[in-house]
């Protein structure tokens, strides 16, 4: 409950349901601002008015309204034009879904955008085998990019985004690098800067102190991405965890490093109680 209390904390869909908000793939796709309609996903006017954090009492109206209508067409109308249901979230005086359904950086940033980015990403096989790293530095499979290596975990991810791709990128593409081809080389370049501006923000994303200018420079990296990836990658789509993570730098001011909010000790949980032996003698309770 301490945790629901403070923020709610999951990936979008789960947070969604919680606090009975419409979807992530809905055209009411964040419930931080007034951004509205799938086609704006990709928006970075980070100046106008439709950035600004909802109103807690607007929505608190919304969701009582929904309560008190008595047939399930007129809630089904009102839900398709507010986005809002009742939800017993409601009760709790100070609970404001804007400030406090908190986007958890495990999913959206490394299980999200970094997957997205990199799930085509040229093996790096040999970065990993060479590269000497710390001995806290969690391992990630050495034969990333094929089948047999199965999924790959969200600290893996991050290990990954942080580390190895850097090197290998920049050891292809970076300074110094040569190519007959002017054009590719200028094009590498600029999916290389890309790459980079994606990695800074989740570097920074994921210290474990943060200060206001660190998350102006998180803000700053993750802008740029958003703004090139349809420049550097014309086929891409963007996403309702591309729109999301913008609003991160709301939460890094409001609550501090994610280290704090974000969703590895509660996974890390599950898996040890899913792990558990158990002969189903709770199911015949």
């Given amino acids: ?3 629901i209390i403070a ?6 869909p789960a947070a969604r349901k919680a606090a009975q908000l419409a979807g992530p793939t809905s055209h009411f796709y964040c ?11 990709g928006r970075t006017d980070i100046q106008t008015e439709d950035w600004v954090l ?5 929505v608190y109206c919304y969701a009582e309204l929904w309560k008190n209508t008595e047939t399930s067409v007129e809630r089904n109308k009102l839900f398709s034009l507010h986005s809002v249901r009742w939800s017993t979230l409601w009760r709790l005086s100070y609970w404001d879904p804007s400030r406090q359904i908190v986007v958890d950086t495990m999913h959206c940033l ?3 955008l970094a997957h997205a980015h990199f799930q085509v990403m ?4 040999d970065v990993i085998k060479t590269t000497d790293t710390p001995s806290f530095l969690r391992s990630v499979p050495y034969n990333f990019g094929e089948t047999k290596a199965g ?20 050891s292809l593409w970076g300074e110094g690098s040569v190519h007959r081809n002017t054009d590719i080389a200028d094009s590498r370049r600029a999916t290389l800067d890309h790459t980079m501006a994606l990695v800074s923000a989740i570097h920074i994303a994921c210290l474990r102190s943060m200060m206001t200018d660190r998350a102006d420079t998180y803000h700053t990296y993750i802008v740029e991405w958003i703004r090139d990836l349809q420049v550097i990658h ?3 789509h963007h996403r309702t965890n591309g729109h999301m993570v913008l609003h991160v730098w709301d939460y890094l001011q409001l609550f501090g490093p994610v280290r704090s909010w974000w969703c590895f000790p509660y996974e890390r949980l599950i898996g040890q109680l899913q792990r558990l032996p158990s002969n189903h003698i709770f199911g015949n309770i």
């Fill in 1 to 3: 409950m301490l945790s």
């Fill in 31 to 41: 419930t931080a601002c007034h951004c509205w309609h799938r086609s704006t996903c």
């Fill in 54 to 58: 909802r109103d807690k009492n607007e």
């Fill in 122 to 125: 040229w093996r790096i096989s």
């Fill in 7 to 12: 923020c709610l904390v999951c990936d979008l």
């Fill in 110 to 112: 490394l299980e999200g």
């Fill in 151 to 170: 999924t790959v975990k969200a600290d893996e991810w991050r290990t990954l985004t942080t580390v190895y791709l850097p090197i290998a990128l920049i």
């Fill in 234 to 236: 014309p086929h891409a």
